[in-house]
């Protein structure tokens, strides 16, 4: 398995790219907010990997 780990500000273009080219994206979140990429993967179909409580605030900022 080939691990890539991203800690820097990607552009649009290399984020896409990145998400693109993956088997799953993992979004380690303790709180989310906004997050962007979650609507991308699922867009490319993409699964994405989120911790319970990352995943919480998402749905509850959807139902708001």
């Given at each position: 398995l080939d691990v890539t780990y991203k800690t820097k500000w990607l552009t649009n273009e290399e984020l896409l790219d990145e998400i693109a080219t993956s088997r799953f994206v993992v979004?380690?979140?303790?709180?989310?907010?906004?997050?962007?990429?979650?609507?991308?993967?699922?867009?490319?179909?993409?699964?994405?990997?989120?911790?319970?409580?990352?995943?919480?605030?998402?749905?509850?900022?959807?139902?708001?």
């Open positions: 979004l380690p979140y303790l709180e989310a907010s906004q997050s962007g990429t979650i609507p991308i993967c699922d867009a490319l179909g993409v699964p994405v990997v989120i911790g319970k409580n990352g995943w919480e605030k998402i749905v509850e900022m959807d139902l708001e």
